[in-house]
């Protein structure tokens, strides 16, 4: 975005663009740790879906997460927000000009506290979120030995860039845009009636082999009663 787009463009709009990247990313991210920690038994029932499920989501989280600290010169991101708020200081309805030049210095340090995990989330983008790069054509076993991230760490960026952003939406107009979904683990119905049925069925093959005298209990979900 050259400076006269920043400085012309529409506040709230940029805001609300920049806090839905932070919400739908922080959806992905919630399922993609909620199911890391599913029982495994439910899993193995369903591998291939389960594992695509995980990543689909992660890899999502991660793209969300990009698009909030994007180097892409024509992109919206928190950066360019940032800049957006310094020359419309004059226009905040709920903010003088020293309280927001104080508000984006402070935000400026949050996103420097969040640059380690920025790089990584940056590098995998190149090398394989949107990209076939030659790493992960020709040198896979690279990316492998690459810097880890770990989910909190991935969800920290996406929650603090959408905080930094409802900050002056709040200065602005007085608003905030929401940026945590209150029912991102409703998958866990799915699960949890999956979890029943087998159980069920385990059950049932329990007294069929009591009743022949065999008592060993075949393995089954660790929430059976």
């Keep these: 975005m050259k400076k006269l787009q920043i400085a012309t ?18 959806i992905h991210i919630a399922i ?7 029982d495994p038994f439910i899993g193995d029932h369903a591998p291939v879906f389960f594992v695509y499920t995980f990543y689909g989501h992660l890899y999502s989280a991660q793209m969300h997460a990009n698009k909030l600290f994007d180097k892409h010169s024509n992109a919206v ?14 226009k905040f309805q709920h903010a003088g000009e020293q309280d927001v030049l104080a508000c984006i210095a402070e935000a400026q340090k949050v996103t420097a506290s969040l640059a380690p995990a920025i790089k990584v989330l940056r590098e995998r983008r190149n090398d394989f979120l949107a990209h ?4 992960l054509a020709f040198t896979p076993e690279v990316l492998q030995a690459a810097s880890k991230l770990t989910m909190p760490q991935i969800d920290k ?18 608003s905030a ?18 979890s029943k049925q087998l159980c069920a069925e385990i059950q049932a ?21």
């Excluded at 609300?16 to 922080?26: C, H, P, Q, R």
């Excluded at 950066?79 to 004059?90: G, T």
Aim: aromatic share 8%; charged share 30%; net charge positive.
């Design 157 to 174: 960026v996406l929650h603090e860039g959408g905080k930094i952003v409802n900050r002056f939406l709040q200065m602005w107009n007085n």
């Design 77 to 90: 991101t928190v950066e360019k927000f940032l800049e957006m708020a310094r020359m419309k200081k004059s």
């Design 132 to 135: 076939l790069s030659p790493k």
């Design 32 to 38: 993609a740790e909620g199911l890391a920690k599913m």
């Design 177 to 194: 845009n929401q940026l945590r979904e209150t029912h991102n683990d409703d998958y866990k119905k799915i699960v949890s009636l999956v």
């Design 205 to 225: 093959h329990e007294a069929e082999f009591n009743r022949h005298g065999l008592s060993p209990r075949p393995p089954g979900p660790r929430d059976c009663p």
């Design 9 to 26: 463009s529409d506040f709230v709009k940029a805001a609300d663009a920049l806090t839905n990247e932070s919400f739908n990313g922080g």
